[in-house]
């Protein structure tokens, strides 16, 4: 689609089309690659260190691991994007007060690692599916995302509403891509990590975003305690969990957990309301009818 096109509502606009159609995109040039790189060579020393992942879903072949806000100064960018955010305004947005960080993760698929089960990865929560969409993932590659080197998988069309019919590999492609762009697909379309036929590691980074009402992949709180989302800027904190979600949901002693961050916590606090309009609406008149003697 020519860039005029693109341009009209806006590009969020665009590629929030894009993802509810499709159920993947793949966004160019979303950052310089000098920004990717730093971030790769603040990461390199843990990928060295960490040992393969076990069991038959994360692979045998594949080091995995997350936090990547406390691992590097440079993930921030990727994690708080501004047009990733206007898509998940648009996408997410209608369903929730406040949109959470679901996961950070680094991957590095080694030779030999096969194709990865396919999978959606809405899954991880028992919640009605095709009706609304609870998750957007984006995957930055840290090297070149090849077919053979083990480009994330994806199923065209396989978001929203499932098919009785199992998946054929033959429908599926490979999300090739060089660091600084970008795959964004949704929790609800089927993918999997591709198989690495090359001498070499590849590698990339998954930031992902729920609902602020949903139970997060990756526990933020113990990820980010309090004494390091201190550091982070107040709207980082708030995607990273210190955010009361309406009605009350998530609260620290009644309040938003942001309280948490901030200097002298007091010990004794006072709950206070947190509902949606139409719930304080709702309160309100029962109070009303109430002091005038019609509710007993």
Partial sequence: MSVAA???????????????????CIVP???PV????GLRADLEPRFA????????FFGSRTKRFGGLLKRS???AALVQHPLVMDILALILGPHCDTVQLNLTQAIEIWPGEPE???HRDEDMWPVPKGEIEYLVNVMWPLTPFRAENGATIVWPGSNGKRSAAPPQRRDAIAAEMNAGSALLFLGSTLHSAGANRTARPRAGIVCGYT?????????QWLVYPPDVARGFSPELAALVGYHRERPNV???EGRCPSILLKDGVPEYIGFQDAFREEQVKALAAYRARQLAGQEG
């Fill in 34 to 37: 000098a920004a990717i790189d």
């Fill in 116 to 118: 990865q089960v396919p």
């Fill in 6 to 24: 693109r341009s009209e509502g806006g590009p969020a606009r665009f590629w929030a089309g894009e993802l509810l159609r499709r159920g993947y």
């Fill in 73 to 75: 100064p440079h993930a």
């Fill in 211 to 219: 609902l602020g009402w949903l139970k997060p992949y990756e526990n």
């Fill in 29 to 31: 040039d979303m950052l």
């Fill in 49 to 56: 260190n960490t040992p393969f992942c076990e069991g038959n």
């Fill in 250 to 252: 998530g609260n620290y």
